[in-house]
């Protein structure tokens, strides 16, 4: 690496002093955890609709998870599954899951049965947190093949009184014989165990990763992992002190859990949650609140900005806002800009990362490649190298397309269980993203696409990102997600999946059109469907994979 023309890293420049100086991140977040009781125990740590948990009480109450799960003989090592939407259970069952010296399986609660059945079978899950109406509706019978030892069930209506209806639109179920109740065991008083806890080399996580090829992998994230980025988003936010962080990204989603959570923590802030995203119940929030930071999908931005009731009062708290889990069009950042002030600063990284590589600087506003109209997506760390190479490995010069690779402290040491996967993508301990993208001479990164996205018309490449970032300019599109299809005479051709802004009308042959203006013949989308909304997963990325699915049944 010495030789590479990478490791001037020539990124550094982009930096401010606090950004570009050493950190050295202690422990794991329990000890962030210990560190903000020490010095602002009274201080809101989770804010709940109407409901609050001051430090102090987060401490005990996952105290006392702890200690029931250890009473339970959970021992360290063992793995805790958390299936649960953005409330403060997930909060006490994660804490409480690590001072136990457990490592921790967050689960996306929208999985299927046989989604969730892999991740407890590959994870070997001795215990299980989850709704009762999961545990009764699925969970139950799903969890029968590999059945956990300790089973505890959460009703999402506690630690608030609102009720709001637009989300909360469950009732309490009866406590089930065969599962205990989280909040009964979270208030019960019971003393954490002694000695367990958690080193920054033990695993804190195993992130099973979308699936997108193949069957899900877990991704082992440690406690060291995670403590670095939270310490890099608390130096490289610009944010006041005892900032309010509003949690749009799940949680069990690395990105919610690592640049929401974990810096929040690390920052002894105040995390706003509110059980899932919805347009008018996350605004609301905004106005009591007024938090300082988010982070969400490109595709949040579009449903709040199309919200009836949005005002640029909504937003005028935040000092950062970020992007991340899916492509930020260029249009969308002026759109949201000119309509409610904000400037949405991108970000990108992995779960095999641990959330963020690379981000834009908050002094700074990420140039558009004149070239292929992609937005950059930031500017790695000072302890990170990204290097960009071709198909035999060798370095590409500045400004060149090729795959993106990643080393640093914030590089998960490999997948759970999968020591040839791990060789296959982390060769030398440096990650092998899978994306295509580029880096100018300045340091600013771009990441173009996902490698086994790309379309091969009749010879010529196409990436689905460049035609996206051309129809997100339409003023009638509010969603866009471009595949390749067979096609008999080109191989594979373009087309286009949209979905309207609220008000617009458009048709299949005008938005094809309107492409075959701006980009080259090859590119523009020979079809164009419409549909009402389009399929993506909980964190807000479009699912592309789906919709090629689609186009074959």
């Given at each position: 690496m010495?030789d590479s023309?990478?490791?001037a890293?020539?990124?550094?420049?982009?930096?401010d002093?606090a950004?570009?100086?050493p950190?050295?991140?202690?422990?794991?977040?329990?000890?962030?955890?210990?560190?903000?009781?020490e010095q602002?125990p009274?201080?809101t740590?989770?804010?709940?609709?109407?409901g609050r948990?001051t430090?102090r009480?987060a401490?005990?109450?996952?105290?006392?998870?702890?200690?029931?799960?250890?009473?339970?003989?959970?021992?360290?090592g063992?793995?805790?599954a958390?299936?649960?939407?953005?409330?403060?259970?997930?909060?006490?069952?994660?804490?409480?899951?690590?001072?136990a010296?457990?490592i921790?399986?967050p689960?996306?609660?929208m999985?299927?049965s046989?989604?969730v059945g892999?991740?407890?079978?590959d994870?070997?899950?001795a215990?299980?947190?989850?709704?009762?109406r999961?545990?009764?509706s699925?969970?139950r019978d799903t969890a029968?093949?590999?059945?956990?030892r300790?089973?505890?069930?959460?009703?999402e209506?506690d630690?608030?009184?609102?009720q709001?209806?637009r989300?909360l639109?469950?009732?309490?179920?009866?406590?089930?014989?065969?599962a205990d109740d989280?909040?009964?065991?979270?208030?019960?008083?019971?003393?954490?165990?002694?000695?367990?806890?958690?080193?920054?080399?033990?695993?804190?996580l195993?992130?099973y990763?979308?699936?997108?090829s193949?069957?899900?992998?877990?991704?082992?994230?440690?406690?060291?992992n995670?403590?670095?980025?939270?310490?890099?988003q608390?130096?490289?936010?610009?944010?006041?002190?005892?900032p309010v962080?509003?949690?749009?990204?799940?949680?069990?989603?690395?990105t919610?859990?690592?640049?929401?959570?974990?810096a929040?923590?690390?920052?002894?802030?105040?995390?706003?949650?509110a059980y899932r995203f919805?347009?008018?119940?996350?605004?609301?929030?905004?106005?009591?609140?007024r938090p300082?930071?988010?982070?969400g999908?490109?595709?949040a931005f579009?449903?709040?900005?199309?919200h009836?009731?949005?005002?640029?009062?909504h937003?005028?708290?935040?000092?950062n806002i970020?992007s991340?889990?899916?492509?930020?069009?260029?249009?969308?950042?002026e759109?949201?800009?000119t309509g409610f002030?904000?400037y949405?600063?991108?970000?990108?990284?992995?779960?095999?990362?641990?959330?963020?590589?690379a981000s834009v600087p908050?002094?700074?506003?990420?140039?558009?490649?004149?070239v292929?109209?992609?937005?950059?997506?930031?500017?790695?760390g000072?302890?990170?190298v990204?290097?960009?190479?071709?198909?035999?490995g060798?370095?590409?010069?500045f400004g060149?397309?090729g795959?993106?690779?990643?080393r640093?402290?914030?590089?998960?040491?490999?997948?759970?269980?999968?020591?040839d996967?791990?060789a296959e993508?982390?060769?030398?301990?440096?990650l092998?993203?899978?994306?295509?993208?580029?880096?100018d001479?300045?340091?600013?990164?771009?990441v173009?696409d996902?490698?086994k996205?790309?379309?091969?018309?009749?010879?010529?490449?196409?990436w689905?990102?460049e035609v996206?970032?051309?129809?997100y300019?339409?003023?009638?599109?509010?969603?866009?997600?471009?595949v390749?299809?067979?096609d008999?005479?080109r191989?594979?051709?373009?087309?286009?999946y949209?979905?309207?802004?609220?008000g617009?009308?458009?048709?299949?042959?005008?938005?094809?059109?309107?492409?075959?203006?701006?980009?080259?013949?090859?590119?523009?989308p020979?079809e164009?469907?419409?549909l009402?909304?389009?399929?993506k997963?909980a964190?807000?990325?479009?699912?592309r994979r789906?919709?090629?699915s689609?186009?074959?049944d």
């Amino acid at each position: 690496m010495t030789d590479s023309r990478y490791a001037a890293k020539p990124w550094l420049g982009l930096l401010d002093d606090a950004q570009r100086g050493p950190i050295e991140p202690a422990g794991s977040l329990v000890h962030a955890l210990r560190k903000a009781v020490e010095q602002t125990p009274d201080r809101t740590f989770l804010a709940y609709f109407d409901g609050r948990l001051t430090y102090r009480e987060a401490d005990e109450l996952s105290d006392s998870v702890a200690g029931h799960l250890a009473a339970r003989g959970l021992e360290p090592g063992d793995r805790v599954a958390i299936l649960l939407q953005n409330s403060p259970h997930f909060v006490l069952a994660l804490l409480g899951a690590w001072k136990a010296g457990a490592i921790v399986v967050p689960v996306n609660p929208m999985y299927k049965s046989g989604e969730v059945g892999h991740v407890l079978r590959d994870g070997e899950v001795a215990a299980l947190v989850c709704s009762d109406r999961a545990w009764e509706s699925y969970l139950r019978d799903t969890a029968a093949d590999s059945p956990p030892r300790i089973v505890l069930t959460a009703c999402e209506l506690d630690f608030q009184t609102r009720q709001d209806a637009r989300v909360l639109t469950f009732e309490r179920l009866a406590q089930a014989a065969d599962a205990d109740d989280l909040t009964v065991v979270a208030r019960a008083g019971h003393q954490a165990p002694e000695g367990r806890d958690p080193a920054p080399a033990d695993i804190a996580l195993i992130s099973y990763t979308s699936g997108t090829s193949g069957t899900p992998k877990g991704a082992t994230n440690t406690h060291g992992n995670i403590m670095y980025n939270a310490e890099r988003q608390r130096t490289g936010l610009g944010l006041p002190e005892a900032p309010v962080y509003f949690a749009m990204a799940p949680l069990f989603h690395i990105t919610g859990m690592v640049c929401q959570l974990g810096a929040c923590l690390n920052s002894a802030g105040t995390l706003v949650l509110a059980y899932r995203f919805e347009a008018g119940v996350v605004l609301d929030a905004f106005a009591e609140h007024r938090p300082h930071y988010t982070v969400g999908p490109s595709t949040a931005f579009m449903a709040l900005a199309a919200h009836p009731s949005v005002t640029p009062d909504h937003f005028s708290s935040f000092v950062n806002i970020s992007s991340g889990g899916a492509p930020l069009p260029p249009a969308l950042v002026e759109k949201f800009r000119t309509g409610f002030g904000p400037y949405i600063r991108n970000g990108y990284g992995l779960t095999e990362c641990t959330a963020p590589c690379a981000s834009v600087p908050p002094a700074l506003e990420a140039p558009v490649d004149p070239v292929s109209g992609t937005l950059a997506v930031g500017a790695p760390g000072p302890d990170t190298v990204v290097r960009i190479v071709d198909d035999q490995g060798g370095e590409v010069p500045f400004g060149e397309q090729g795959e993106i690779l990643v080393r640093g402290p914030q590089v998960v040491p490999g997948y759970w269980r999968r020591p040839d996967a791990t060789a296959e993508t982390f060769p030398d301990g440096e990650l092998r993203t899978g994306d295509i993208g580029f880096m100018d001479e300045h340091g600013w990164l771009y990441v173009v696409d996902r490698k086994k996205d790309m379309i091969n018309a009749s010879g010529f490449k196409v990436w689905p990102r460049e035609v996206e970032d051309v129809l997100y300019t339409h003023p009638a599109v509010r969603e866009a997600a471009v595949v390749g299809v067979p096609d008999g005479y080109r191989g594979e051709t373009v087309k286009a999946y949209i979905s309207l802004r609220p008000g617009s009308d458009t048709d299949p042959d005008a938005l094809a059109a309107y492409c075959k203006e701006r980009l080259a013949a090859y590119k523009y989308p020979r079809e164009v469907e419409i549909l009402p909304d389009l399929p993506k997963t909980a964190s807000g990325k479009i699912l592309r994979r789906e919709l090629r699915s689609r186009t074959h049944d």
